[in-house]
């Protein structure tokens, strides 16, 4: 993974030096370079959809790789069509390519499946609803009303998951974060959901899971730092890591990823 991203860090700054170089008017070698640019895209990732990323935002485009989705952990959500035996499993399309390259039968195929990943508790809707909106604007009217339908059931579901968890402060409170994660509150509505979480983490216990939902939900970085020096989590370490790297605070980001969760690798 390293040698991975030292590869696409060196092709981005060539990218840099290739705009330099037609902008001087060598033409030529700037049309050979930014096809060796895209060869190494391809190489790496192995993703047409990524391909044509990096050539429609070319140069910003060669670090797409570096945008984590929000989408984590449904990049290979099985669709219909499955690898054969003799295929790699980093040749199959991801969800990002369905989105921009793949059939209207593959669209939909994936769309149910996504949903039931949701309703069956394996992904999280906030994650699958942001997808499900990609297909919203698809091309396809089917496809569109496939996403539209799917969106609604995962609305439907949490609902009847807040009524069913109103006597558990801790479910109900990541219900209704998932609620709000999916956009579906929002205004004035969204602040009562946000209040009624709140009220409700005042019945949790406060360990890791308190300050990773309280933070979530005011964005008081003052709780991740206070649960970190009382819990010493990896998973607190690595959100506050994050929120210090979102504030410019590149050094102690730096300190808090070493001394909390590079060194509890190590141990483990």
């Not at 390519?97 to 994936?110: L, M, N, Q, R, V």
């Not at 690595?238 to 210090?244: D, G, K, P, V």
């Amino acid at each position: 993974m390293k040698i991975r991203k030292f590869v696409m860090w060196i092709n981005f700054l060539s990218g840099l030096f290739n705009v330099y170089l037609f902008l001087e008017g060598y033409h030529v070698l700037s049309l050979t370079l930014f096809g060796l640019n895209l060869t190494v895209v391809y190489v790496v990732s192995k993703s047409p959809a990524q391909l044509f990323i990096s050539a429609v935002s070319y140069p910003l485009g060669l670090l797409h790789f570096h945008w984590k989705p929000s989408w984590r952990g449904i990049e290979h959500v099985g669709v219909d069509i499955k690898a054969s035996e003799s295929e790699p499993e980093e040749n199959m399309l991801t969800m990002k390519d369905y989105i921009f390259i793949g059939t209207p039968g593959e669209k939909k195929s994936a769309i149910l499946e996504l949903v039931e990943k949701v309703l069956s508790g394996s992904l999280r809707a906030g994650e699958v609803v942001n997808v499900l909106k990609h297909f919203l604007s698809d091309e396809h009217p089917d496809v569109a009303l496939y996403a539209s339908e799917g969106i609604e059931k995962v609305e439907i579901y949490l609902i009847e998951k807040m009524n069913k968890f109103k006597g558990d402060p801790l479910e109900f409170v990541k219900v209704i974060l998932d609620y709000i994660d999916s956009g579906f509150a929002y205004g004035n509505l969204k602040s009562h959901y946000r209040s009624m979480a709140l009220e409700s983490l005042k019945s949790v216990e406060k360990g890791k899971e308190f300050y990773l939902l309280s933070y979530r939900l005011t964005g008081d970085k003052g709780f991740l730092e206070k649960g970190l020096k009382e819990t010493h989590s990896k998973e607190i370490a690595r959100e506050l890591a994050l929120a210090e790297i979102a504030s410019g605070n590149v050094k102690r980001a730096s300190k808090i990823w070493k001394e909390f969760v590079q060194e509890d690798e190590r141990s483990s």
